[in-house]
């Protein structure tokens, strides 16, 4: 029996755990044909939290490996979550004892990461972000570059025309916005968005075999991106540090995860806990 997926999937992990739908992204991607078959699914799940976890990773043979990440909130600090991934990754694929003996070269995949932003911030359609950015001065002894794509719907969109699978990811969360631009309630606009794919051929065997889980997703997705909005705004006059402490006690009294509130306050898991003690609250 198939797995139920969890609702806190976003809907670009869900419909990219594909080995076919990855084949086709990583070509409109690099130009570079893949066979499915090639392919090893090798995501994070809970590296650093049980809800903080990579969207996508996979293999082609033992020739690269592929971090894919989905962020509807623009984040340059992207390199430096990639470096922790990827560590994780071969960490998981080497041995660490033949790392101390081996006196031959371990071959190992080359990596590449990519970024597919859609949020409200105006990016270009494409951009590096590089690690070296965020050092404290220059140095020529590590380097990470993340390849970032925008794929908020356009017609002029290189990548979206060339890859069927993520236009027609870009094209369901445009219709979502479309709908709460109209007025509707989130839950109406979502599904809406579900049936005008379905009538369009937009993925249109996807949605009508997911359905309660896209619902499901995508409600969820959102509802945790207005939490952390309204959160924000209401610490915003507060004293930076205030602030932080005051979106970390509303984002834990809406049951947001660890991992979230963690991203959104910059504070310790230490004085996370500490705050959801002082307030009775679970943690």
Request: aromatic share 10%; with cysteine.
């Given at each position: ?48 939290f049980n809800d903080i976890k990579n969207d996508i990773s996979f293999r ?112 369901f969360v445009q219709k979502v916005r479309d709908g709460l631009r109209d ?101």
């Amino acid at each position: 029996m198939k797995p139920k997926r969890s609702y806190k999937d976003s809907l670009f992990r869900h419909i990219f755990n594909d080995k076919r739908r990855l084949a086709s992204l990583y070509t409109a991607l690099t130009g570079r044909s893949v066979a499915p078959k090639d392919i090893t699914i090798t995501t994070l799940r809970g590296v650093f939290f049980n809800d903080i976890k990579n969207d996508i990773s996979f293999r082609i043979g033992d020739r690269d490996i592929i971090l894919m990440e989905h962020q509807s909130s623009w984040n340059p600090n992207m390199p430096l979550r990639m470096l922790w991934y990827i560590a994780k990754l071969y960490s998981r694929q080497l041995d660490s004892r033949e790392l101390v003996y081996r006196s031959r070269l371990i071959p190992i995949p080359a990596p590449e990461f990519y970024v597919f932003y859609n949020g409200s911030h105006d990016e270009p359609d494409y951009q590096e972000l590089h690690l070296s950015s965020a050092f404290s001065h220059a140095t020529n002894s590590l380097e990470l570059v993340v390849n970032c794509y925008n794929i908020n719907y356009s017609t002029q969109n290189r990548l979206l025309d060339s890859c069927y699978e993520l236009r027609c990811c870009s094209i369901f969360v445009q219709k979502v916005r479309d709908g709460l631009r109209d007025g509707l309630e989130l839950k109406i606009a979502i599904r809406q968005a579900i049936t005008y794919c379905k009538t369009h051929d937009i993925l249109a065997d996807y949605f009508q075999k997911n359905e309660s889980e896209v619902f499901d997703m995508v409600n969820f997705k959102w509802d945790q991106k207005r939490a952390l909005e309204v959160a924000k705004e209401d610490g915003f006059a507060d004293g930076e540090r205030k602030a932080s402490m005051k979106i970390a006690l509303s984002l834990l009294k809406k049951g947001l995860p660890i991992g979230i509130i963690t991203d959104s306050t910059n504070l310790s898991l230490e004085e996370i806990r500490k705050i959801a003690k002082d307030n009775g609250l679970a943690f």
